[in-house]
């Protein structure tokens, strides 16, 4: 894409706002070391979209890769809420961390919604604003307009626009922005590769940055509603925050090497490599899952009468790993002390921990299946 120009500054009196062109219009590809990325890319995600066909009830395990990316999603933008701590209810949450934990709800619940939006609304502006408005209900950034496009101007990085590290284009060019990178994403007359078409539209969001807030979850949440929203993906099961945190600085400095010198092959190559190994990390995910449930099913059988109680359990544990003897009550339909028996059969089995020491108020944790999204 020797061609590509990324845009212009733009003298705003006493500062320079940066002003993107337009992407909805034909790319040739020219570098063959991006081309062979992107067939590498496709490969592993076919390979994952395969794999997913064969695991039984995918939809039970999904919630922990959601809330992994949540966590690490919102851990790119600085906040330090663990995938445990994300398990667990507010009330158990220290009141230090609350903030932190509300907005990584709001981004498993943004995704979950997002996700069951595409039956009935393409990926548009419409579904990129409603995921956003629930981004950020009822946390830090719900005074900044949540589910709207901004009315002023914005910058990243600095204290004050004077020292920003990038200022994104007026608010006024939004509107027009964001109406080209929709075409482009269903611009069916000029061919590009799906792959390299979210890779484009995820700079030139971050690059418009339409939101006051939550622009890079919504960009990174996006990813994944665009390849289930294009078919690539029959299920919502790549999720490339992980590699983005690992790979924070790059990322970033990926970015604005676009802007500044209209380096659009090396973001591209970087994206690529993210979903390969992105791709590869899952698929080996769900085989190590499929493993340890053979494992836990041969330890349930030994239970007898009590093996259909544990099994409705582990349906439960499989979404959300940490439990207490009132959840394990109201998940099995059970008394509470016969709750705080089958809790104890999991433990001598090995399929639980107790985790708190305490004789009341304990908690369980499903800890070989945690350790997997740790």
Known sequence: MKTFQAGVYINQGYYKSFQPNYIDKAWKLDDMEVIKLLSDA????????????????????????????ATLSSKIEGTKTSIEDAMMEKADIALSQVDDWIEVQNYIAAMNYGVGRL?????SSRLIKETHAILLK?????????????????????????????????????????????????????????LLKIALIHYQFETIHPFLDGNGRVG???????????????????????????????????????????????????????VIETANKSIDTFDKIL??????????????????????????????????????????????????????????????????????GKTYVFEDYLNLFR
């Not at 039956?119 to 990926?123: I, K, N, S, V």
């Not at 994104?168 to 509107?175: C, G, R």
């Open 42 to 69: 496709d490969r592993q995600l076919g390979r994952l979209d395969m794999f997913s066909k064969y695991i039984p009830n995918l939809e039970m395990f999904i919630q922990m890769h959601v809330a992994k990316e």
């Open 220 to 274: 990174r949440l996006f990813i994944t509603l665009y390849l289930v929203g294009k078919g690539i993906l029959k299920q919502p099961i790549l999720y490339l925050s992980d590699f983005l945190e690992k790979n924070r600085t790059h990322y970033y400095d990926n970015l604005m090497s676009v802007r500044e010198h209209n380096n659009i092959n090396q973001w591209l190559k970087f994206f690529l490599v993210g």
């Open 138 to 194: 009822g946390s830090r950034g719900d005074k900044k307009h949540p589910g709207s496009f901004r009315t002023s101007q914005n910058w990243i990085g600095g204290a004050t626009i004077n020292d920003a590290k990038f200022i994104p284009p007026v608010h006024t060019s939004i509107a027009d922005l964001m109406s080209d990178l929709e075409k482009f994403a269903h611009n069916e007359i000029v061919y590009f590769p799906e």
């Open 291 to 360: 493993q340890l449930q053979k494992q836990t099913e041969l330890k349930i059988n030994t239970l007898g009468s009590r093996a259909a109680n544990a099994q409705k359990l582990m349906t439960h544990l499989y979404q959300k790993p940490i439990v207490n003897t009132a959840v394990i009550g109201k998940t099995t339909g059970i008394s509470g002390a016969s709750a705080y028996k089958l809790a104890k059969d999991m433990v001598r089995l090995g399929i639980i921990k107790e985790t708190t020491g305490l004789q009341r």
């Open 119 to 123: 039956h009935d609304l393409p990926f």
